[in-house]
């Protein structure tokens, strides 16, 4: 059974520090990664999607590594800000006719001006 | 963009009243969706997993008969808590997959979710 762990549950950083999110997870037969973004009270916004066969992934100040291997994936922040402050999940599919994905639980960034 | 919308984002309900949940997809067309329950401060669980025209896959633990799930369009499913109860009170996301292509290649697209709140 797949699970996926990230930690630590909470970061609080000052604003303009460039930072690192960690996700691990346990079975590394994966199809793909994504990293997502919630806010309090709110759905899930996609941030950054990595198939099984790419290493890594960018959007503007955001850029998503997948070691697949390991079962490690880490998403970086660069140039943090306050309205970056939010709930980052980590999230793995599987592969087959079971596709499910399994979420982390998330970590929760505070990003003080 | 790829947009999935729910309605109600928030609804209270008396103990033993059965609530409907839409969740459409506004600019794609989905074949399968999926449906969450968060809990506070928790990871989202999957509930059950539907494609159009099809019945509903549940995961283990989840009751099908309380949890009604209809999916029948290419951009709409619903979720029925039937007979809620405090317990049910929880944060529902539904997610919307686009449709062609290996189902492992397709990103999902989550709504904004739906807070239940059962007195």
């Known amino acids: 059974k797949q699970e996926v762990t990230q930690i630590p549950a909470a970061l609080s950083v000052p604003e303009g520090e460039n930072l690192v999110l960690n996700c691990s997870f346990t079975d590394s037969a994966i199809y793909n990664l994504q990293w997502f973004r919630q806010d309090p009270g709110k759905g899930l916004t996609s941030l950054l999607l990595?198939?099984?066969?790419?290493r890594e992934q960018t959007s503007g100040r955001l850029n998503a590594s997948l070691d697949k291997s390991s079962g490690r994936s880490t998403l970086y922040i660069a140039a943090s800000q306050p309205g970056d402050s939010a709930t980052y999940l980590c999230a793995v599919r599987g592969g087959g006719a079971n596709s499910k994905l399994t979420f982390g639980k998330g970590i929760t960034l505070s990003v003080r001006p | 963009g790829a947009v999935v919308s729910q309605h109600p984002s928030w609804v209270i309900c008396k103990s033993g009243t059965s609530v409907k949940i839409e969740c459409r997809s506004l600019?794609?067309?989905?074949?399968?969706m999926f449906w969450y329950r968060q809990f506070p401060k928790q990871s989202l669980m999957l509930m059950a997993t539907?494609?159009?025209?099809?019945?509903?896959?549940?995961e283990q633990g989840v009751e099908k008969d309380k949890f009604l799930i209809n999916h029948a369009s290419l951009t709409l499913s619903t979720l029925t808590v039937t007979s809620a109860h405090p317990e049910d009170s929880s944060f529902y996301i539904c997610?919307?997959?686009?449709?062609?292509?290996?189902?492992?290649?397709?990103?999902?697209?989550f709504g904004p979710g739906t807070r239940l709140t059962v007195l």
């Open positions: 997610s919307a997959m686009k449709a062609g292509g290996p189902i492992s290649y397709n990103e999902q697209f």
């Open positions: 539907s494609n159009e025209g099809s019945k509903a896959t549940y």
């Open positions: 990595i198939q099984s066969s790419q």
């Open positions: 600019d794609f067309q989905a074949t399968t």
